[in-house]
């Protein structure tokens, strides 16, 4: 990373709320919100259809006709919109309000015919950009709420799409629903290790020279180190739950896989706090090495000094005005032939008898 790199500033992940006093459920649009559009994926073990820019006539003509439903919403602007799929599939009004209100912590809530996801996924690995994905999973639905375009969910539908028999096709709602959350999970993992080959490469470059700009890097990388892990944990917490509530639709055989997917999260949260402990001690390695860095500059400046003070004391004493001439005490050795080509060996004797003896001391 060059030294003149640009420091990004994040913004605050901020909870939008309804205002104090509102009624339990009520759906107020952020002004920033994307406009909402569907996007309506039917799935049957024979065939599927994807319809894209989906209207609420396709929604309802198409829920009692497909046995898996996978309705995904992007873009919460339209208020009107969400609450016309809430109907449809006879959402709870407080999960609803989570939808629309983001930066939710991760978690699952169960209602009598369906479960609420709420998850953190980053849609773009470069920028490593967060946004909240919410899910909801009935007996024959699933239905996703996203804030903006990007998901890891393309593997997902090439398996729908795909003319090879598959679990996906064959299988119910709940196994789209462990295919969806696997890859949000599965996603982290390109960013953590990316992350920790250049944990890898700034204790390389430490190891030979610190710079001022391998200390930014270092607080950046605990930062996104920080922020992972507010999001990992609670994310294991939400699918610990899953899998141990006992609901109708959520089968044994899907939470065999779910295990899975809780392996992935501990496996992620592992290697954050294996970064976390190795950035720790790299701020702290840094910090030494750029304080016995200034502590050897002021020892060779010391030693400099102390080798210059006795030959100033020479050049003084030498400098001084006095005249041979009216006394034999007033230095004779001015008047000396040699007197400056001597002077000056001594003066290099002197100087070279101290580094011999800072040598011998092992001090240089």
């Given at each position: 990373m060059a030294k003149a790199e640009v420091v990004k500033k994040r913004a605050p992940v901020k909870t939008r709320r309804p205002p104090v006093g509102a009624s339990p459920g009520t759906l107020i649009a952020d002004p920033a919100a994307r406009r909402s559009e569907l996007r309506l994926t039917?799935?049957?073990?024979?065939?599927?259809?994807?319809?894209?820019?989906?209207?609420?006539?396709?929604?309802?003509?198409?829920?009692?006709k497909w046995p898996v439903i996978w309705l995904d919403c992007t873009g919460l602007a339209n208020i009107q919109l969400i609450e016309e799929i809430g109907r449809i599939f006879s959402l709870h009004p407080l999960a609803l309000e989570d939808v629309v209100n983001t930066g939710q912590?991760?978690?699952?809530?169960?209602?009598?015919?369906?479960?609420?996801v709420v998850m953190r996924m980053i849609d773009d690995v470069t920028s490593h950009r967060y946004e909240q994905i919410a899910l909801f999973l009935g007996e024959n639905f699933v239905v996703t709420f996203q804030e903006r375009e990007g998901d890891p969910f393309d593997p997902v539908r090439k398996r729908i799409e795909s003319s090879a028999p598959n679990?996906?096709?064959t299988r119910g709602a709940d196994y789209l629903a462990y295919a969806l959350i696997d890859a949000i999970v599965d996603s982290y993992f390109p960013p953590i290790e990316a992350a920790g080959d250049l944990v890898d490469g700034i204790e390389d470059q430490m190891l030979h020279s610190t710079h001022k700009h391998q200390m930014?890097?270092?607080?950046?990388?605990?930062?996104?180190?920080?922020?992972l892990k507010g999001v990992l944990w609670p994310m294991r917490d939400a699918l610990a739950t899953l899998i141990r509530n006992d609901v109708a639709y959520v089968t044994a055989e899907?939470?065999?896989f779910l295990n899975d997917t809780l392996d992935h999260s501990l496996r992620l949260i592992e290697l954050v706090e294996t970064q976390r402990d190795m950035l720790t001690g790299l701020i702290e390695m840094h910090l030494s090495l750029s304080q016995a860095r200034t502590n050897d500059v002021i020892s060779y400046l010391t030693i400099v000094?102390?080798?210059f003070m006795p030959l100033t004391f020479l050049v003084g004493i030498w400098?001084?005005?006095?005249?041979?001439?009216?006394s034999p005490w007033n230095m004779p050795e001015l008047k000396a032939y040699y007197g400056y080509p001597l002077s000056l060996l001594f003066m290099a004797a002197v100087a070279v008898g101290l580094i011999a003896f800072f040598k011998w001391k092992k001090w240089l």
């Open positions: 039917l799935i049957s073990p024979q065939k599927f259809k994807t319809i894209e820019n989906a209207s609420i006539d396709d929604v309802e003509a198409s829920c009692r912590r991760p978690k699952v809530d169960f209602f009598e015919d369906h479960a609420f679990r996906l096709r930014r890097q270092l607080h950046e990388l605990r930062r996104d180190a920080n922020v899907t939470k065999v000094s102390v080798i400098g001084m005005n006095f005249d041979p001439a009216s």
